[in-house]
């Protein structure tokens, strides 16, 4: 036989962890959901980049100016872009711009390491 286990009040968590292989940041975020056995999904931003809606859904909660890494070198030709629309085709086009790692959970979405809001994620 099989059985089910069912917990009421809880919810699944859905995490993606979006980063790059030498970031140390990323790899503490990694560590952070196995210690506590949180499955997750890791996507190599580097190698495949993010969807245009993944993209816009991490903006509409982080803003488009914290998902820029300004300590790329490249990434303050962003600044002289007016356009929004054009910062985001530049960093769609190239993703070792964005800053990492980003963790989504759903609609939540964090840039760099942020245990204290991980925690309240349910």
Known sequence: MHYELYLWGEVALNIQIFGKSKCFDTKKAQRYFKERKIK?????????????????SVKTVVGLDNMIDKKIPGAEILEYLAFDADKEEKLLENPSLIKTPIVRNGKLATIGYCPDIWKTWH
């Open 40 to 56: 997750f999904q890791q996507i190599d931003l580097s190698r495949f980049g993010m969807s245009r809606g993944e993209f816009n």
